[in-house]
């Protein structure tokens, strides 16, 4: 323009033309921002001006990913033009090409911050022509609007034969976003249809375009396939895709099909036969299979068996049977999945291809081929297979020979025949077998105690190859499994046998049975055979051993020794000795020979007897009883009618006697010796007692009583003499380990003449077996004598005492004899008069004892005056029985007593001046207490003393006997030490007493005396440091000694201190000077310590602070007493506390300082030694320029100073003090401007005394100032690579930082040539001058560290060189070069730490997917799924959670990360159903870990999981896949396309269905609840039976198929699943038939209100078919491993019905069998059953599973009565006579037998007892009996006088069926050998009384009959008499006794012949005794007593007994 108009609009000024200068615009358009719209292809350029859009070059526009030059782009193309017009916005259409060039790119252009702009110079120019230049980095969009239009899917195309499916879609798709689940295959385009969807197997081509090829994997091709009704044809073939199931290249979602689905443009059908590609085969046992894989999938309709044929070669032209099998229609076909078809063989069809040796046994296969005919099968399409002709076979891919052992499946026994039998699940090569190692054993595994291999036995004759194979036992294997006890019943006879016995066709061995796996024999035959003596080899009267030889092995348990007699002669039965069955064996294993050893009761009484006195008057006989063999064969028996046999060798007694054991009681006088067999003589004075086996005390009898022999018994009654020497032996017979005996042989004689074997002293010395020691208690018989002269006294007592045992406290002395004054002895010293009677006891009393006796003055001063009394326990005879007391008021008084006349004196003296003692002696006890000090004055001489040191006081230290010791006290003690004579030398030591010193216990004063002492001990005690106190202020140490010292002899330098109490300890020491500041000797010495020592003690830290670190050490040199003693050392390591410590508390100060600015050491010197500890400069110490300051520097920091306690310190300041310092210009330059200040905290000394302050205007000036003159350091640096990146560097010193050059800086990866390096271009710096420098890094130096992924990531690859001259100091000092090779490591490098966060996500459950966006690209390849997991809630503790551990990401790195769910994850998450059912039910959480940036940063985490922000909820159906039905478990499996919610099941919706029958299933089966896409149904017992009772339905595959209804189930998500509807019924896929046998699973064992009949009844796991019971294969046991008693039912009645319950009526015979066996079926606990395999069936013909005999079942309930009554407790009443029996139920009294019942003293033996021969019997209530006893057995038993006197020997037996309980059970036995001891007693009380008595006066006999039976031996003779009358009798006589008893036995009557005394005593009356009228009897209560030692019953004078 060349005119400027200048106006407004509503003043319009003038127009004036003016001239201008027009300048052309000549600056380039610069690019402000850009947007770009994805969607509608649209990019906006903003310029800084208007551009000419007709020069837009669409070539220089260039769009990216981000600012980075490795970011992804597309440079436009030319087909993207501009608008014309000319504007600062410039509008560039996108072409379609660059549009979808942007969007094919993964990442770009998806945001603003994904889309950055690249403008290359002349892009465009402005309208002047002036191009715009190129930024100089990419820009990022200002505006961007992303691409949301959805892709369609338009149109696909199928090829079946190749496995194609090619998707057309509205745009190019992501391939890589492509999520196959969501692809869905249809037979038809809306509901009903058949649908499919592609397994992850199925593959996306990954090419971004607009069709997608996807490659239909074969598994998912096959699976289409065999769906018939899904694409089979145009009409058939239809897709649909759900929302979701690819994206755009923007993420764009495709949009779904919807509800009608996408039918096919083009399909081109499968037209190929199926091909078999390979097969195997596994021919082991019930597995055996032949497996047919085909290249795609087959159908099994019309599969055609016959037409498959295994051949021994690949070509055959004429298939035989020899060489070929034919498949049959027997084995089963299965599916194992689409294309392999499994055929399960039969046990037949494979045993006909073993039975080919040539066919299929080679496991290189070269003999085993497959041919089939095309009819065998088809494919889904009809297409028959390709046919493979017999003369072109295949071998298979995998051939299983037949590795399955063979399995013994039973094994028989038939001991009668000799023959056992072995029966295999498959045939066995016969030839193989090996009989000879089979071992047959007695039980299963640890049961077994017996095993037996076979030794001779061989296969039977004739035995062909079969599953059953028979041994004939050898005579030899048959007599020893006899032998051994093996197989006596079925219940202990098993067969274990090697893998070795034998092998099946294909020489593989049988399956070894171990001996835990040993089989017991299923059938059982007895041996039957009666066995028989062969010959009485040998009877051996020595040991008493009978041999005895048998036809067969015999059981020695069955033994019965009393049906075996010995006779004198052999044909008569002359003088039998019956046994008695109590032996010994001498093998206890089973044999025929049989060696018994008789007891040796039996043996005695054979040697007593005629019989056996020799070999052919030794005669056996016995009956059938005697012996059975191993099968209860009873022996056949000899002598009964008959001869018997003699011994082929007999042994005659030669044997001595021996003793067995003895007794010695020492109450009773009396030892009862036992021999072995019966004596016949005893010499009692042969008898020796002594203490031990080897004597060191012995005493041999010496009474002349006859010994009493009762058999094997002898009894030798001690005298009174033997009897109180033994005793008085006090090693003798005290206990039974010292009582023995030793005797010659000549002691005795058996009834054979054998001496008995001597006992020997030290050889064979026998202990006493049974001991009663003596029990009496001894007395004090008299007090002999008391002597007070010799303190001597005598006691005597009944008998021998033990002196050892006094126990003096318990003698007291007693004025009289009540008591009055008395003394209780303290000891005694006590001696025997008599050792060898040991009743007299002499006392010597101690002088304390006698003392105290003299201090009472009315005891013991007469025998009057003396009495003595023991209590319990004073002493004890030599047994330990403690004397009896003397009683109250009945002393013992003395029989003679000697007085003391003496009178006290002074008779001697000692002087103790080591312990500061003086002794007094007199010649009499003292009184300690009349003792007067003053009156003792010790002297130098007799007369004309010149030292005196009279006593002034003291103590009494001890009084003794006759002697007083006197203390002196401290005062006189020194006083006496410091003379020079007395207490020196003891001639000139004298003691003056005078009379009124001491007085006796008569009050009586002493005699006054002065003597020289008898004994002097001088003082040779060493003083000893009792305490010290240091005075650290004054400088003092004063010591305290035990004693007065010579100060004189002090030497100080003798001392040291040391810290610790022990040396080794201690680690500070000082050794002491100093002058003693005494004058005088005294106890407490003073030091005045050095000023060295004083400083030197100062300066050690630990020493002399206090007590706790004061200790002393001095040797003995130190100081000496007054003696001359030394001191006693104090050791190092026992070193003395100060008792008191003073401090110091003087305050140091500061006199001179100096400093160096080089080393920055600072030292200071002190006026004494000061802590180095304490120095503080900090704050404390101040440096200025002058006195008076005008610039100063305050130290900020303490600096590093020596911790030496001194008077010098030096500290090295700080760095930054330093700097600081060298920073000042007028401070510290030299030594005129450095003066210090300090302030009084600055330091301490060593008792922490601050010094003295140095203040501003008196500040002291430095001694010397040394200068800086060194080169700054870089001495750290760090580097920060996170959000403020910083360099920053740490110098040795402050520098200049006007100096700095950030460009002389490279940073380094490593030292090491060719390492990464970068020299900063610069850098921003942020620091003053200082030691410190930070640098913010340049960007491009930044980018560049953070490129280089092994450059500065952390210190070990970040080091830093430096460039000389980088920096120069304060000082213009530059730094020095550091070379790459010698670069500084960085301290520390700060990483980028930013964490990535999840910024939004989106998940489709129906189609599995996960689309997570994040706030940065993250590091796909980080990513770990295991760490995601989707949650019900957002919490930390969700109800359900479910990671994504299976589940794949997408590959590229990015912002979105697409997460295609697997199907096992995706069903997990369907599963929980309150998982991911909507948005508040979504959550994700993330673990750390999960995801990294590209810079590896962990996500950030959250305390809540994130909530979904779009969530598409699951609407896809589920659908039935398939299903399995297994009868035998009775388990329904259903599969499902996906999780389905187990609690919707209905069972009651599924129906069983075959062609013509079905069943609705009932609700009642259990199943999971939980959520699961396979769900397992347990069918109820009431359905499985249904099925199984129906023979058209569900017994094979084909009669198995499934049909439901939509509410049968739903998903998680409430989808119902999709109908099967009747007539499309899916067929099972797998089908197993009932094979289960039925299980006893509990019986229970009853009779109706405990009354017979017995019931028992058997419920199984099953239905059973009650008529198919057999009672005979049913054994009742009573114990859990079978053991006997067991009883094998033979009949009965079960109930005919079908049922899981039968019940099965014992018959009676049964019944009273049971009864019979003891404890057997009695209770619970003793009822179980086994049964066989055949014992019933169940509806299906199926043996029930047998329950074997070690194995039985317990009974689960139990009310039938088999048990016997029992005698639970019983009484027995001997004062009234009645048993009283309480039952352990409710018993028939009437039943009650009395005479079956026994009494015995002990409870194995019926040595001593008595048979009851009735008894009246009283019902008391149902289990209570009383038996009151006939008096016939009532007088027995009261005679038996060891039977029944007291409840421990009262024992009960009876005999079986003594009574019945109410059900008729009968009373068990009571055995002998195991009787029942009573449990309550009642001893006879009622006293004897005389009924009658009878005269003969012509032979002088008096028989008393009394009311009882009486103890004869009790007798006493002289208690009664004869009077003339019944009362008032004028004539009497009382028997003097000497009567002869006539009557030996006790009884209720004694007869005795008057004596010859008596009888003229009674005819010395004239009327009495002459007829009935004059004789009367009286008897006093001790005449006798009964058999309880009750007394009779008096007969009095006034009630005498005519």
């Keep these: 323009a060349t005119a400027l108009v200048v106006g407004t609009a509503s003043t319009a000024l003038p127009a004036v033309s003016v001239s201008v200068e027009l300048t052309n615009d000549t600056t380039a358009p610069r690019l402000e921002n850009f947007s770009l719209d994805v969607e509608r292809g649209a990019l906006i350029l903003t310029f800084s001006e208007a551009v000419r859009g007709s020069s837009f070059r669409a070539g220089q526009v260039v769009i990216q990913d981000s600012a980075l030059a490795s970011a992804v782009n597309v440079t436009l193309t030319a087909s993207s033009t501009a608008t014309l017009r000319d504007d600062h916005q410039l509008a560039i259409n996108l072409s379609s090409v660059d549009l979808n060039s942007i969007k094919a790119l993964t990442g770009l252009a998806v945001s603003a911050n994904t889309t950055f702009l690249s403008l290359l110079r002349g892009a465009v120019s402005d309208v002047f022509g002036n191009p715009v230049a190129a930024l100089p980095s990419p820009v990022r969009s200002l505006v961007h609007f992303a691409d949301r239009k959805a892709p369609t899917l338009d149109a696909f195309s199928a090829d079946l034969d190749a496995g194609k499916l090619v998707l057309t879609f509205s745009e190019i798709v992501d391939a890589a976003s492509f999520n196959l689940s969501g692809l869905l295959l249809s037979s038809a385009s809306a509901a009903p249809r058949t649908n499919y969807t592609l397994s992850a197997a199925s593959t996306v081509l990954p090419v971004n375009n607009y069709t997608l090829q996807i490659d239909i994997s074969t598994a998912d091709l096959n699976s289409i396939k065999s769906q018939l009704q899904l694409w089979s044809g145009p009409g058939s073939t239809f897709v649909s895709i759900a929302a979701d199931t690819v994206r755009d290249m923007n993420n764009n979602s495709a949009v779904a099909t919807g509800a009608t689905s996408l039918a096919v443009g083009t399909l081109v059908n499968d037209t190929t036969s199926p091909v078999l590609q390979s097969w195997a085969l596994d ?184 599953t059953n194979i028979t041994v004939t036992l050898s005579r030899e294997d048959r007599d020893e499994i006899h032998r051994l006890q093996l197989c006596g019943s079925s219940v202990d006879c098993f067969a274990s046998v ?152 007999f042994l005659a007694d030669t044997t001595p006697p021996v003793l067995r054991s003895y007794s010695l009681d ?116 008299a007090f002999t004598l008391l002597n007070m002269n010799s303190h001597t006294m005598q006691l005597s007592f009944s008998e021998p005492v033990d002196i050892a045992s006094i126990v003096a406290s318990s003698f007291s002395l007693l004025q009289t004899a009540l008591g009055g004054q008395n003394v209780s002895f303290t000891n005694f010293t006590a001696t025997y008069p008599d050792a060898s009677t040991k009743t007299l006891v002499d006392l010597a009393l101690t002088a304390d004892d006698i003392r105290a006796i003299k201090v009472l003055s009315a005891l013991a001063r007469t025998s009057g005056t003396s009495f003595v009394s023991l209590a319990t326990g004073a002493i004890s005879d030599i047994a330990g029985n403690p004397v009896v007391a003397t009683a109250a008021g009945v002393a013992v008084d003395a029989r003679f007593y000697s007085p003391d006349f003496q009178a006290p004196s002074l008779i001697g003296s000692q002087l103790d001046v080591n312990t500061g003692e003086l002794q007094l002696t007199f010649d009499d006890i003292v009184n300690p207490a009349t003792i007067s000090y003053s009156a003792i004055t010790l002297q130098d001489a007799i007369t004309g003393a010149t030292e005196l040191v009279p006593l002034t006081g003291g103590r009494v230290s001890s009084a003794k006997d006759f002697s007083i010791t006197v203390a002196l006290d401290a005062v006189n003690l020194d006083d006496l030490k410091d003379k020079t004579r007395v207490g020196r030398v003891r001639t000139s030591t004298v003691v003056r007493v005078t009379t009124d010193v001491i007085k006796d216990y008569k009050d009586s004063n002493v005699n006054s005396d002065t003597r020289v002492v008898d004994r002097l001990v001088l003082d040779q005690s060493s003083p000893t440091i009792s305490n010290y106190t240091l005075d650290i202020n004054s400088g003092l140490l004063q010591l305290e000694f035990s004693e007065i010292v010579n100060i004189r002899s002090l030497i100080a330098s003798e001392i040291v201190l040391q810290n610790a109490a022990n040396s080794s300890v201690s680690n500070e020491t000082l050794q002491l000077a100093g002058s003693v500041v005494n004058t005088v000797n005294s106890r407490t010495v003073t030091l005045n310590l050095t000023a060295s020592v004083l400083n030197a003690l100062k300066r050690l830290t630990s020493l002399g602070t206090s007590t706790l670190s004061t200790f002393l050490v001095a040797s003995s040199a130190l100081v000496s007493d007054t003696s001359g003693n030394a001191v006693t050392a104090v050791a190092g390591d026992g070193a003395l506390a100060a008792q008191i410590h003073r401090v110091d508390l003087t305050s140091p100060r500061l006199l001179r300082w100096w400093f160096s600015l080089d080393s920055g050491l600072l030292s200071l010197s002190f006026s004494e030694t000061v802590r180095g500890a304490t120095l503080r400069i900090r704050d404390r110490i101040t440096l200025q320029d002058a006195a008076t300051a005008t610039t100063r520097h305050v130290f900020g920091a303490d600096g590093n100073g020596t911790a030496v306690d001194s008077t010098l310190l030096s500290v090295v300041v700080a760095t930054a003090d330093l700097d600081a310092i060298k920073a000042n210009v007028r401070l510290a330059t030299a030594e005129g401007n450095s003066w210090l200040v300090a302030s009084r905290f600055a330091v301490s000394d060593m008792n922490g005394r601050e010094m003295i302050a140095i203040v501003d205007g008196a500040a002291l000036q430095i001694v010397a100032l040394t200068r800086d003159r060194t080169a700054p350091r870089l001495q750290n640096f760090t580097l920060d690579m996170d959000a403020a990146p910083r360099l920053v560097l740490t110098f040795s010193e402050t520098v200049d930082v006007s100096s700095l050059r950030p460009d002389f800086f490279t940073v380094l990866s490593g030292r090491q040539a060719g390492a990464s390096a970068r020299r900063l271009t610069g850098g921003r710096k942020l620091s003053a001058d200082g030691v410190s420098q930070d640098i913010e890094l340049l960007a491009a130096d930044l980018d560049f560290l953070k490129a280089d992924v092994a450059l500065a990531t952390n210190t070990s690859n970040t080091f830093l060189g430096v460039a000389s001259g980088a920096v120069q100091d304060m000082n213009r000092v530059p730094i020095a070069a550091v070379s790459s090779d010698r670069a500084h490591q960085a301290a520390n490098v700060t990483a980028d730490r930013t964490a990535p966060t999840l910024v939004s996500y989106r998940l489709d459950v129906g189609l599995n997917r996960l689309v997570m966006t994040f706030s940065e690209t993250v590091l796909s390849s980080s990513i770990d799924l295991a760490r995601f997991a989707v949650q019900s809630s957002p919490d930390a503790r969700p109800l359900f959670t479910q990671t994504l551990a299976t589940s794949t990401r997408s590959a590229a790195n990015s912002k979105v990360i697409t997460v295609t769910i697997s199907r096992a994850d995706g069903n997990a998450i369907k599963a929980t159903g309150g998982l991911a059912v909507s948005n508040l039910t979504t959550s994700l959480a993330i673990q750390a870990g999960a995801v990294t940036d590209t810079n590896g940063n962990g996500i950030a985490l959250t305390p809540l999981a994130r909530q979904v922000d779009t969530f598409t909820a699951d609407a896809v159906s589920p659908t039935l896949e398939n299903f399995d039905l297994n009868l035998t478990s009775g388990v329904l499996t259903l599969s499902f396309s996906e999780s389905v919610n187990g609690s919707s099941l209905k069972l009651s919706e599924i129906t069983i269905a075959s062609a013509s029958n079905s069943y609705r299933l009932t609700q009642t089966g259990t199943f999971s609840r939980a959520s699961s896409a396979v769900i397992r149904v347990t069918l109820s017992q009431a359905d499985i039976n249904v099925l199984k009772a129906r023979s058209d339905l569900a017994v094979s595959n084909v009669t198995t198929r499934l049909r439901l209804t939509s509410a049968a189930i739903a998903d998680m998500n409430g989808n119902a699943i999709v109908a099967i509807p009747a007539g499309s019924e899916r067929t099972v896929r797998l089908f197993t038939a009932d094979s289960l046998p039925p299980q006893l699973t509990a019986f229970s064992v009853r009779m109706t209100n405990l009354v017979p009949p017995l019931v028992l009844v058997f419920n199984f796991s099953e239905v059973v078919n009650g008529s198919s019971l057999v009672p005979s294969g049913f054994t009742f046991h009573s114990t859990a491993n079978g053991r006997a008693p067991f009883y094998a039912l033979t009949s009965g009645t079960p109930t005919a019905v079908l049922s899981t319950v039968v019940e099965l009526t014992v018959s009676a015979i049964d019944l009273a069998a049971i009864r019979d066996l003891p404890r057997l079926g009695q209770n619970v606990s003793l009822s179980f059953v086994s049964m066989t395999d055949g014992a019933v069936l169940d509806v299906n013909s199926n043996r029930v599973v047998a329950r074997t005999a070690g194995t039985p079942l317990a009974a689960a309930s139990h009310s039938a009565d088999l048990v016997p009554p029992l005698i639970q407790f019983f009484s027995l009443d001997m004062d009234t006579g009645f048993l009283l029996l309480t039952m352990t139920e409710a018993v028939v009294s009437a039943t009650f037998n009395a005479s079956l019942l026994s009494l015995q003293n002990v409870s194995n033996s019926d040595v001593a007892s008595l048979s009851l021969s009735g008894g009246v019997v009283t019902r008391l209530s149902a289990t209570q009996i009383r038996v009151d006893l006939l008096k016939s057995d009532f007088d027995e038993l009261q005679r038996l006088n060891t039977l029944a006197t007291t409840r421990t020997n009262t024992y009960i037996t009876a005999r079986r069926g003594y009574v019945l309980d109410v059900a008729s059970n009968q009373a068990d036995a009571i055995l002998v050998t195991s009787a029942q001891l009573a449990n309550d007693f009642e001893r006879d009380l009622t006293p004897p009384r005389l009924l009658a008595f009878d005269y003969v006066q012509d032979t002088n006999v008096v028989t008393l009959r009394f009311s ?95």
């Excluded at 002869?1940 to 003229?1960: H, K, P, Y």
Aim: hydrophobic fraction near 40%; charged fraction near 15%.
């Design 1908 to 2002: 009882e039976t009486v103890a004869v031996d009790a007798f006493n003779g002289k208690q009664l008499g004869f009077q003339n009358r019944r009362t008032s009798a004028a004539q009497a006589y009382r028997f003097t006794g000497g009567h002869r008893l006539l009557t030996a036995v006790n009884g209720t009557s004694l007869r005795f012949e008057i004596s010859l005394a008596d009888q003229n005593g009674i005819k010395a009356f004239t009327d009495l005794g002459t007829s009935p009228l004059n004789t009367f009897l009286f008897a006093d209560r001790d005449t006798l007593v009964d058999m309880a030692d009750n007394r009779l019953t008096a007969v009095p004078t006034t009630a005498a007994l005519n």
């Design 283 to 466: 021919q082991q046992g019930a597995a055996a299979t032949l497996s047919l894989t085909f290249d795609e999938t087959v159908s099994l309709a019309g599969f055609n068996l016959s037409s498959i044929l295994l051949q021994s070669a690949a070509s055959i032209a004429a298939p035989t049977a020899a060489n070929s099998v034919v498949l049959t229609r027997s084995s089963s076909v299965t599916r194992r999945n689409l294309t392999v078809v499994s055929i399960v063989l039969t046990e037949q069809q494979l045993n006909a291809i073993k039975r080919i040796r040539s066919l299929c046994t080679a496991s290189a296969a070269a003999d085993c081929f497959l041919s089939l005919a095309s009819s065998a099968l088809s494919d889904t399409s009809a297409n028959a297979a390709r046919a493979q002709p017999s003369a072109a076979a295949t071998g298979p891919s995998t051939l299983t020979a037949d590795s399955t052992a063979p399995t013994l499946r039973l094994f028989s026994a038939d001991l009668n025949a000799g023959e056992l039998s072995f029966s295999f699940d498959e045939v066995i090569d016969v030839a193989s077998f090996d009989p000879l190692v089979i071992t047959i054993l007695d039980a299963q595994g640890t049961g077994a105690t017996i095993n037996y291999t076979l030794r001779s036995s061989a296969v039977k004759a004739g035995s062909v190859d079969g």
């Design 666 to 781: 020492l109450n009773a006088s009396r030892m009862v010796l036992t021999f072995d067999e019966p004596i016949n003589t005893f010499v009692t004075s042969d008898v020796t007692v002594q203490d031990a086996p080897l004597q060191s005390a012995e005493y041999t009898l010496v009474s002349l009583l006859p010994a009493a022999i009762s058999n094997e018994v002898v009894t030798v009654g001690l005298s009174v003499t033997d009897l109180t020497r033994i005793l008085a032996l006090d090693t003798l017979a005290v206990d039974q380990n010292t009582t023995y005996i030793v005797f010659p042989p000549s002691v005795a004689t058996d009834l054979a003449g054998n001496n008995p074997l001597a006992l020997v002293d030290g050889v064979s010395a026998a202990r006493v077996t049974q001991y009663h020691g003596d029990a009496t208690a001894p007395r004090l018989v």
């Design 498 to 649: 090697p893998s070795s016995l034998a092998n099946d066709t294909s020489s593989i061995p049988v399956v070894g049975r171990t001996d835990d796996q040993s089989l017991p024999a299923g059938v059982y035959v007895r041996d039957r055979v009666v066995p028989e003596l062969s010959g009485f080899d040998s009877i051996d009267l020595n040991t008493g051993v009978i041999r005895l030889n048998f036809s067969e092995t015999m059981n020695v348990s069955s033994i019965d020794l009393t049906a075996v007699e010995f006779h004198q002669s052999p044909t008569q039965a002359v003088s039998p000795v019956r046994l008695t069955n109590t032996f010994r064996l001498v093998r206890s294993i089973d044999s025929s020979t049989v060696e018994i050893i008789l007891s040796e009761s039996d043996l005695n009484r054979v040697k007593a007897s005629a019989a056996c006195q020799s070999a052919v008057s030794c005669s056996i006989r016995f009956s059938s009883r005697f012996i059975k063999d191993r099968h209860g064969n009873a022996v056949k028996a000899i002598g009964v009618g008959g001869l018997t046999e003699l011994p082929t060798l």
